[in-house]
């Protein structure tokens, strides 16, 4: 499989010389996914919201957890389609290592508080973590380069490859029923020369292969698995469903132009499983494993589907910009309806409106008191970044960085820390 990648798709940003002769052959792309499993900002994800705070259950995902489940959708994915399984899973374990506190919700937060430095996107904070932040490799003139990752890696990990200023307007609501004011991006402007040597001259604002199956893996393990973390948590009862209500959380959130009868087609579908849950979860063990029978069918209901209609659609192998991702529309539709069951049920719910101001209260405090501080109260990680910031931009760009790299609790920490006020006891970190 590795002779499907050229020399372009394997070179790194700084030439590294060949390991120690008698160290363990690995290569290339193995020994990028090394890299990002041994990275900080991999471990921060264990304590980082996925859709309910680490805090909240021993059961329910968190950022690190729901990264695995991605990567090994993603790594089986990969092989049936032919392209790199290490690159796939590489860029599926760091394709959520941008995301701030307090999942989504903090990233709205930190967006707002940007505007005039270029906003915060957690994609493209990925792309500026494995680039730059998260230091392995310098370059001649002593400028961090990041993990130095291979160029294929890098354009996988690249879920939107364009700047903020070619992103389409956003659409939908956010969970509190705002507009959604937030756009998806990949790369910051200050960090657009390192994404223009990855990217291929004609790729414009196409995924590679490779990004499309980590795109279609993290949708497939978001919107299975929130619904079970739901479920387990007696939110959600699949055997009794509001569809009037459901509907509108999904027009609102996923699928605006959709019919009620387009809906109950695409559910009447999906409760035709034989596996789908017909009374309530009850916590037994029995109830557990019919949950995780459930969610084990529609993982492979949806990547069969996929792989079917892909190698319908051309012979193959799927590497790099060499065809493409085919996801049917039912599949979409049937993905789209579990996203808009945990939004109406999880998301959507008066009291974790409520929290989710509070933390969004949390990260405007921190970013007001550094940047009024400044360097004095900053990781030494980034003190430097701080010193070496040209202009207010930059150094507002600093402080985004430094608050984004918190995790849940070490926000509320250095909230309690730099303001005087405890909120650690409340029950801030969960809904």
Request: charged content about 25%; hydrophobic content about 40%.
């Amino acid at each position: 499989m590795e002779h499907l990648y050229d020399d372009f798709a394997r070179e790194r940003l700084v030439p590294e010389p060949p390991k120690r002769v008698d160290a363990p052959v690995r290569m290339p792309f193995e020994r990028d996914r090394a890299r990002v499993v041994h990275a900080a900002s991999t471990r921060r994800l264990a304590a980082k919201t996925q859709v309910m705070g680490p805090q909240s259950d021993d059961f329910v995902r968190n950022r690190l957890t729901h990264s695995l489940e991605v990567a090994q959708v993603a790594r089986d994915l990969a092989r049936a389609l032919g392209c790199h399984p290490d690159i796939v899973e590489t860029a599926a374990l760091a394709h959520d290592l941008g995301h701030p506190p307090f999942g989504h919700n903090g990233e709205r937060a930190l967006d707002e508080l940007s505007v005039e430095c270029g906003g915060f996107e957690g994609n493209a904070q990925t792309l500026r973590l494995l680039t730059r932040l998260e230091s392995k490799t310098f370059d001649g003139s002593g400028r961090s380069v990041g993990l130095n990752l291979t160029r294929a890696t890098l354009d996988a990990c690249t879920k939107y490859p364009w700047t903020r200023a070619d992103a389409t307007p956003p659409s939908g609501v956010h969970g509190d029923g705002t507009p959604r004011t937030t756009v998806k991006f990949g790369v910051y402007d200050d960090d657009a020369p390192v994404f223009a040597w990855m990217r291929p001259p004609a790729a414009g604002v196409r995924q590679c292969v490779e990004a499309q199956v980590m795109d279609l893996a993290d949708d497939v393990a978001y919107s299975v698995h929130d619904v079970e973390d739901g479920v387990v948590a007696g939110r959600i009862d699949l055997s009794r469903l509001d569809r009037a209500g459901l509907w509108k959380s999904v027009r609102e959130w996923y699928l605006p132009g959709a019919s009620d009868d387009q809906l109950d087609a695409v559910l009447d579908g999906l409760e035709s499983m034989g596996s789908w849950l017909r009374a309530p979860y009850d916590r037994s063990r029995r109830g557990l494993a019919a949950l995780k029978n459930l969610t084990s069918d529609l993982i492979g209901r949806f990547c069969g589907s996929v792989q079917a209609a892909t190698f319908a659609s051309g012979e193959g192998p799927f590497v790099r910009y060499a065809g493409g991702v085919v996801v049917p529309e039912e599949t979409a539709l049937e993905i789209a309806v579990l996203k808009g069951i945990a939004a109406h049920y999880v998301m959507s719910a008066d009291d974790r409106v409520d929290l989710m101001a509070r933390q969004r209260e949390v990260l405007a405090d921190l970013v007001d008191v550094l940047w009024q501080r400044g360097d004095s109260a900053l990781d030494p990680y980034f003190t430097a970044d701080w010193r070496a910031a040209p202009d207010d931009a930059a150094r507002r760009r600093v402080v985004i960085d430094q608050v984004a790299s918190l995790t849940d609790a070490s926000a509320l920490s250095w909230h309690a820390s730099l303001t005087g006020r405890d909120l650690a006891s409340s029950s801030l970190a969960s809904p």
